[in-house]
């Protein structure tokens, strides 16, 4: 069975959505490398290149963290609109429907959740956004 359509919509947006924070981390991956690169130029101990490295990657693991976070929060509504129509199809089933239309009814479900979830993408979107601003240039 082909995929819903609403589905196919939320990949789409979800991988422009990739693409705009892969970018827009850029800047703060080239400050992380960079002063990661000073950090082995500075020498020392084993134990102090280490901190210095850690301490050079805290920005970006931080905001890599809000940005799992948000998208998360998407992932985990759609799953739950999932189940949801697959409790839908089993009761469905359970009660004498014949396989063929509650597989036809789940599609429907699916596509419904995606596009209600769909809706939801601008809100996703300006979180992504305020975290990416506070991404240094």
């Not at 789409?12 to 991956?29: C, D, F, T, Y």
């Not at 960079?34 to 020392?44: T, V």
């Not at 805290?58 to 905001?63: A, C, E, H, K, N």
């Not at 396989?99 to 300006?126: G, R």
Request: hydrophobic share 40%; glycine share 6%; with cysteine.
């Amino acid at each position: 069975m082909a995929t819903p359509e609403g589905f196919v919509k939320v990949q789409e947006k979800m991988q422009a959505l990739q693409e705009k924070v892969e970018s827009g981390l850029r800047p703060a991956l080239a400050k992380q490398f960079r002063s990661m690169a000073d950090c082995m130029d500075q020498g020392g101990s084993t134990q102090q290149i280490e901190s210095c490295v850690q301490s050079a990657q805290t920005q970006v693991v931080g905001l890599q963290k809000q940005m799992d976070e948000v998208v998360q929060s998407f992932g985990m509504a759609i799953q739950t609109g999932m189940q949801n129509c697959q409790a839908k199809a089993q009761q469905a089933m359970s009660s004498g429907t014949a396989e063929s239309a509650a597989q036809a009814d789940y599609m429907k479900c699916a596509n419904e959740v995606a596009i209600s979830q769909l809706s939801t993408f601008p809100a996703l979107e300006e979180k992504v956004n305020y975290i990416l601003r506070g991404v240094p240039q």
